[in-house]
């Protein structure tokens, strides 16, 4: 019999599958591509990144930072596919998808204990430890298998990704190359818009047809990812105070703001393509070229990707599973990665770690983690299984989330960005802590 059943070998499978793997477990990783294609995978590789390359802010004092730190602390195969992959991104991590996705699967495949069966998995193995990390495009066959399981008949809403452009079909006598507010030297492309041309753009974009969907008013969008028609949608200025803010991005000719300004940031480390930063979209295709040559230094701009629109798939986690990621019905099940209803990479590297390190103990009759509650990883289980949520939707980590810090501290530390570097500071300490007991525990019991 299999020790361990790991459904999934993205972001998230592939992180539980080393953990378990490591803590000694044998493990079956299945993974149904290349047989079954998603709708927004390209390759066979695991952990294939899908959209952005960006693993967002990298920043001391920031909850992303504090995110990636936790799992870098606690030995993640991700992170350190990471470091050894990132490309140029100003505060940011960003990787060469191509080779971080090469790396871990050239990892996974390498693992004594790991085991990779390509294949697509319809129903959830009874009896069996299983942890299901099939994300936001879980096939439909799982996706039944699981509503029956959950009693749920809703398992998902839309969610939209941004379109990417060659790097030679920019026009650099237009676009020039600098970081917000300088953080980062000249990590990104920027493309300045003057009034007139913010107007002409926000015209045709408004006009432009996006592709139907299916009982598209009853559609969800998630809040942190709208198309960019949609904000357009909410006024005219709407963009210019979000993905086109200016702020922070003078022109090198006259060190004035622009009007507004799109980002363009580095896709790989060749630097041959370049995505269009919070411009996601599911504009037709040929309506989208048109819309994008409008954008100043884009008006050749080779499109080698364009945006599209994608199904995003999760359970109502604060019904169904513990802090520890099992279900509450079945203690030998778990739920990681997006389809627990955290958003994001690094969200579903963090719930992969724990349900990875949770189905070895299993195994090992040991008692379970529940991960700090002033960390990150803590936040985000805490808050999927969390019955007191209304109304439960995706979430990335922010400070939001995470336990706020005592009174005196809030007191000595009027000043926000301040105040959350003590707290990040903190947090890393308890993390410490914690983790070193239970390695040590760990390491004690396999002797
Ligand atoms: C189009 C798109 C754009 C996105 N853009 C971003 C972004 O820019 N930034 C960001 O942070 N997040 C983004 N996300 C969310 C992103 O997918 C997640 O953050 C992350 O990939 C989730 O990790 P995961 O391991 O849960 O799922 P995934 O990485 O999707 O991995 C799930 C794996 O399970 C496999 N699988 C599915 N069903 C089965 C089955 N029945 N049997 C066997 N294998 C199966 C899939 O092939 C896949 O390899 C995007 C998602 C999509 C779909």
Not at 63 to 72: F, Q, S, W
Not at 188 to 203: A, G, H, L, S, V
Request: overall charge neutral.
């Amino acid at each position: 019999m299999n020790e361990i059943n790991v459904i999934g070998g993205g972001l998230a499978g592939v992180e539980a599958a080393w953990q378990a793997a490591n803590s000694g477990a044998k493990v079956k990783l299945y993974e149904m591509r290349p047989v079954v294609q998603t709708p927004a995978h390209r390759t066979d590789l695991l952990a294939e990144i899908v959209c952005s390359n960006s693993l967002k802010s990298d920043e001391k004092g920031s909850a992303p930072y504090l995110l990636k730190e936790e799992l870098r602390r606690g030995g993640s195969l991700v992170m350190e596919a990471a470091r050894q992959t990132k490309v140029p991104a100003g505060a940011a991590l960003a990787v060469d998808r191509g080779k971080f996705a090469e790396l871990i699967t050239q990892k996974i495949k390498a693992h004594k204990n790991i085991e990779i069966v390509r294949e697509e998995v319809k129903t959830i193995p009874a009896d069996e430890i299983t942890i299901i990390a099939t994300g936001p495009l879980t096939s439909d066959a799982l996706t039944l298998e699981i509503m029956k399981m959950t009693g749920d008949d809703q398992l998902y809403f839309y969610d939209a990704i941004a379109p990417i452009v060659a790097a030679d079909s920019i026009n650099m006598s237009v676009a020039f190359k600098a970081a917000r507010y300088g953080k980062g030297g000249d990590d990104y492309i920027n493309c300045p818009m003057d009034k007139e041309q913010y107007e002409r753009f926000y015209n045709e974009l408004v006009e432009a047809k996006s592709v139907p969907l299916k009982r598209f008013e009853e559609t969800h969008w998630f809040e942190s990812c709208l198309p960019i028609e949609e904000i357009a949608r909410r006024g005219i200025d709407t963009l210019r105070f979000g993905p086109m803010k200016p702020k922070g991005l003078p022109l090198p000719s006259t060190g004035k703001e622009p009007y507004a300004a799109v980002q363009l940031r580095q896709e790989n480390l060749m630097a041959d393509a370049y995505s269009l930063v919070g411009f996601q979209n599911h504009l037709k295709y040929g309506e989208q070229k048109r819309v994008l040559q409008t954008i100043p230094g884009l008006e050749n701009a080779d499109i080698l990707q364009y945006g599209q629109i994608h199904r995003n798939t999760f359970i109502n986690s604060p019904q169904i599973l513990r802090e520890t990621l099992q279900t509450k019905k079945n203690p030998k099940l778990f739920f990681a990665g997006q389809i627990t209803g955290v958003e994001g990479y690094l969200e579903s590297v963090g719930t992969g770690w724990l349900a990875g390190l949770n189905a070895a103990r299993i195994l090992r009759n040991e008692d379970l983690l529940v991960a700090p509650e002033t960390s990150a990883i803590g936040a985000l289980c805490r808050y999927v299984s969390n019955v007191e949520t209304k109304n439960f939707q995706p979430v990335n980590i922010t400070f939001g989330l995470l336990a706020p810090v005592s009174v005196e501290i809030r007191k000595k530390y009027r000043n926000k960005r301040e105040r959350h570097g003590v707290q990040v500071e903190l947090a890393l300490k308890d993390w410490d802590e914690w983790f070193s007991k239970i390695n040590k525990n760990s390491l004690e019991a396999h002797q």
